[in-house]
């Protein structure tokens, strides 16, 4: 099949299973970026993230993975904004989660839609290879996008596009076909706007076009591992899976439809009273799983703490007093000390005088030091 045709045919088969954009582009080393990466590395920015410091070379250059390759379609898989009730989080004491996460985990169903898009490849050009990627493989997926022409890379350090802002998944097809359409590059068009970097609780974005992922509240949430800095818990506020700020704040993007008050606003209490086997039903159909159990229970621990709110302190004591986890025992006692309050300081009392873990009870007697609020 000619180009023409065979980029028509791709681009029909891919409007059909739901991506809004697709574009290609020809497969080189992405020289220029090689510095920025291989010092991004070295300053240790990937955090518990180790896998993007593996093998960097493949993410240079895709073709360290199969020598074959010469194109990539590039394509982008839009989903909704979460517009939240407009409810008080603290008194309702309400956790948010990131829009992505909410329904079925897109790399399921984003994967199975861009391996249709590359059986039209395969389909139309027997014995070529294709390969599929979202999200997880070695592959610079925004600086592929740009190359394709879906878009710009944003201060916010998202791909945006004027049409579709930011609310969308990007995916790739690597083939070995020579495919033909030239992409008109996306100028950018965040101007003087730094919404994003200004409104950042963490200053995640430092002066823009660059993320420092340590801050991050996604990353804090979703990837990091083990005890959450000190001196960001009370800037992750209500946010217990990812952060939707940067997106959410930048005029590129519409509000979007109002999300389902049970999946975008779950009740602290009832997220942290989840045991191995709730949490498993509740999210193993979803990208929250990718937190684990103690990654989510931590974060609502600190989100309780964030409320403000003493009602809390009933759930918290029963977890710091029960919890067989000692990262989820730590932040709760951080939440306690946060709360204040005679009943959260004999909880805290009576768990220092039980505590084996050396961290959980260094995390005690700070928060027995912390000032009440
Ligand atoms: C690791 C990761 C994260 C980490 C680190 C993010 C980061 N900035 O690196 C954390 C957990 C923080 C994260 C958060 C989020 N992520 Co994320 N993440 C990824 C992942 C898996 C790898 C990104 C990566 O390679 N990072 C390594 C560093 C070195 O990359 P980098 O900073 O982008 O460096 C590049 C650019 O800076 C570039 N560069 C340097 N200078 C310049 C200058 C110009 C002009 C240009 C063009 C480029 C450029 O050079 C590098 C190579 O391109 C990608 C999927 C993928 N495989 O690409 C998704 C991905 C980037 N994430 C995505 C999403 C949706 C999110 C969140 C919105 C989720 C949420 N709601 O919580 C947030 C957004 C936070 C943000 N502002 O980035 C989407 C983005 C879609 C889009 N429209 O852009 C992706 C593409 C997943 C997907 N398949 O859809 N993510």
């Avoid at 591992?225 to 009370?234: K, M, N, Q, T, V």
Wanted: with cysteine.
């Amino acid at each position: 099949m000619m180009t023409a045709r065979l980029t028509e045919t791709i681009e029909s088969v891919a409007r059909d299973c739901g991506f809004a954009m697709v574009g290609y582009a020809r497969l080189r080393p992405l020289e220029d970026r090689e510095r920025f990466f291989f010092d991004w590395i070295a300053q240790g920015r990937h955090g518990s993230m180790g896998y993007l410091a593996r093998e960097p070379a493949r993410r240079i250059d895709p073709r360290l993975v199969d020598p074959r390759f010469r194109s990539i379609v590039s394509l982008a898989f839009p989903y909704a904004a979460a517009r939240v009730p407009d409810i008080d989080w603290r008194t309702q004491m309400r956790g948010r989660i990131a829009a992505y996460a909410l329904g079925p985990d897109y790399h399921d169903y984003v994967l199975a839609a861009a391996k249709s898009v590359a059986s039209v490849i395969s389909g139309a050009h027997p014995g070529f290879l294709t390969r599929t990627y979202v999200d997880t493989g070695p592959v610079f997926e925004r600086e592929w996008a740009a190359k394709a022409g879906l878009g710009w890379f944003g201060r916010n350090t998202m791909l945006l596009n004027r049409e579709h802002g930011s609310y969308f998944f990007l995916a790739e097809i690597f083939t070995d076909l020579a495919i033909d359409a030239p992409a008109q590059l996306y100028r950018d068009h965040c101007g003087t706007c730094r919404r994003c970097v200004d409104l950042c609780p963490t200053d995640a974005l430092e002066s823009g076009y660059k993320l420092e992922p340590r801050a991050c509240i996604s990353y804090l949430t979703i990837e990091h591992r083990g005890s959450i800095p000190r001196d960001l818990r009370a800037k992750l506020g209500q946010w217990i899976f990812g952060c939707d700020i940067c997106n959410d704040v930048c005029p590129w993007n519409s509000p979007g439809g109002e999300a389902e008050h049970h999946a975008a606003l779950p009740y602290l209490p009832e997220i942290l009273a989840l045991d191995d086997a709730a949490f498993s039903r509740r999210f193993n159909r979803s990208a929250i799983k990718r937190t684990k159990r103690c990654g989510l229970l931590r974060n609502a621990a600190v989100a309780l703490g964030n409320t403000g709110n003493r009602d809390a302190v009933p759930v918290l004591s029963l977890a710091l007093a029960s919890e067989r986890e000692a990262v989820i025992r730590a932040h709760c006692a951080w939440a306690l000390g946060i709360l204040g309050g005679a009943a959260a300081r004999r909880t805290l009392e009576v768990a220092l005088s039980r505590e084996r873990e050396l961290e959980v009870a260094q995390e005690i007697r700070l928060a027995l030091d912390e000032p009440a609020i």
